[in-house]
């Protein structure tokens, strides 16, 4: 636990100083570091679209929000645009876990777009590399289908 303590602390750190560039960075070619063994995958085959189950939490209002987030595009949730590139799960026989990279862009109206947050986000220890903002948090609360029609969008 602590080799992925460790692990995932670098790759925040890493993502701090992606902050200040302009251009987005692409999701890193290999997934997250694992204890042990590396065993996340990509989400398992089925119908629907490849998606992240978010949840927001608008601190002005103190309203908290689940939607889904499909893999490659962007949702709105508040004046939040946030950006899945990737989204992984453990293999069965490892304890259950949900990491998505996620790029968390600012658009409030009449200022220029502020870039909040770029990196992996873990499900199981959400403090462990999270969005730092004044009225925003979101956090990962698992990768998945969406089945049926388009998923719910956010507000």
């Known amino acids: 636990m602590r080799a992925l303590i460790a692990a995932a602390a670098a790759l925040a750190v890493g993502a701090g100083s992606a902050i200040a560039q302009q251009a987005p960075p692409p999701p890193p070619a290999a997934p997250p570091p694992t204890q042990g063994n590396a065993t996340l995958r990509a989400i398992p085959p089925g119908p629907g679209k490849p998606v992240a189950e978010l949840q927001g939490l ?11 987030a499909p893999v490659g595009e962007t949702t709105r949730f508040g004046t939040l645009g946030i950006t899945v590139g990737d989204c992984l799960v453990n293999t ?22 502020e870039k909040l947050f770029t990196g992996w ?31 719910p969008k956010s507000r």
């Not at 608008?58 to 889904?68: L, M, P, W």
């Not at 600012?106 to 777009?113: R, V």
């Not at 199981?124 to 029609?149: K, N």
Request: hydrophobic share 35%; with cysteine; proline share 11%.
């Open 121 to 151: 986000m873990f499900a199981s220890t959400p403090s462990l590399s999270a969005l730092d903002h004044g009225v925003y948090d979101v956090r990962v609360l698992a990768c998945t289908m969406a089945q049926g029609s388009a998923p």
């Open 58 to 68: 608008d601190k002005v209002t103190a309203r908290t929000q689940r939607f889904y």
């Open 92 to 113: 069965p026989d490892a304890p259950p876990e949900s990491v998505a990279y996620l790029t968390i862009v600012d658009h409030k109206p009449g200022q220029p777009e």
